[in-house]
C-alpha cells in the first residue's frame, strides 16, 4: 500500500512538472530579457494610460483588469504585441474591449497603433505612447504615467464600450465628466503567445492547476 502510495505521488509530481513545463514551452513567447523588460515597462505604462482614460471618462464602472500581453509574429527583433481590458460593471457584467462584436472587431492595444518600442544606439530604452492628437509621447523613462501622456479622448475605445453596452455586454457603462474614481485597475505584464489556441491552454493550465492542488491537499 505505501508503495502504491509513493508511486501515485511520483506520477502527479511528474504529470505536474511536465505540465509546467509544456504550458511554458507552448504560451511563453522566446523573447530575449532584454526584450523581455523593455515590453513589460512599455506596456505596463499603456495600460495605465488606458486604464485611467475609463476611469476618469466613464460612470459605472467597478474595475478595469488587463490581459497578459499576447506576442504575435515570433522571430523578429521585435514582436507584434497587444493586450485587452475587460470592464467589470456595477452589476457584476463584464465585457473585454478588442474582442468581435456581432460582426465587428476593435483593434486591440498595441504596438504601432498605441505604442512605439526600441532601443536607442546605446541600448536605452524607447518607449512612446500615443496621444489624443495623435503625437507620440517620450515616456521610456517614466515609471508611471506623465499628465502630457494622458488620453482626454479616444474614439476607438468610446465606440468599442458604447457597442458593448448596447449588446447587453456592460449596464450603465456611461462616458461622464465623473468617472468611476473608485473603480480598480489591475494591471498584468506576463507574457503569453498571442492566439486563440493559447488562450485556450492558458484558461485550461489554471484548471487542471486548482484541480492538482486540492488533490495534494
Do not use: C
Not at 505540465?19 to 515597462?41: D, E, I, Q, S
Not at 462616458?175 to 491552454?201: H, M, Q, T
Amino acid at each position: 500500500m505505501r508503495n502504491k502510495v509513493i508511486k501515485i505521488i511520483a506520477i502527479v509530481i511528474v504529470l505536474i512538472f511536465g505540465g509546467t513545463y509544456m504550458y511554458n514551452k507552448l504560451t511563453k513567447p522566446n523573447l530575449g530579457p532584454k526584450t523581455t523588460r523593455l515590453y513589460k515597462r512599455g506596456f505596463r505604462l499603456l495600460e495605465e494610460q488606458i486604464g485611467t482614460y475609463i476611469k476618469e471618462y466613464y460612470s459605472g464602472v467597478e474595475k478595469i483588469e488587463f490581459s497578459p500581453i499576447y506576442v504575435t509574429d515570433e522571430g523578429s527583433t521585435f514582436s507584434n504585441a497587444y493586450v485587452r481590458p475587460t470592464i467589470y460593471d456595477k452589476y457584476g457584467k463584464k465585457a473585454t474591449l478588442g474582442t468581435t462584436i456581432k460582426k465587428y472587431t476593435p483593434s486591440s492595444y498595441g504596438l504601432i497603433t498605441h505604442i512605439f518600442l526600441d532601443f536607442d544606439g546605446s541600448g536605452n530604452d524607447i518607449i512612446e505612447l500615443m496621444n489624443s492628437e495623435g503625437n507620440d509621447i517620450d515616456v521610456s523613462n517614466s515609471k508611471h504615467l506623465p499628465d502630457e501622456a494622458k488620453l482626454s479622448s479616444a474614439k476607438g475605445t468610446d465606440l468599442n464600450i458604447e457597442l458593448l453596452v448596447e449588446d447587453g455586454q456592460l449596464r450603465d457603462v456611461v462616458k461622464d465628466k465623473k468617472g468611476s474614481p473608485r473603480a480598480k485597475i489591475i494591471y498584468n505584464i506576463n507574457l503569453n503567445k498571442g492566439n486563440e489556441w493559447y488562450d485556450f491552454i492558458w484558461s485550461r493550465n489554471k484548471k487542471t492547476s486548482s484541480i492538482l492542488k486540492i488533490a495534494l491537499e
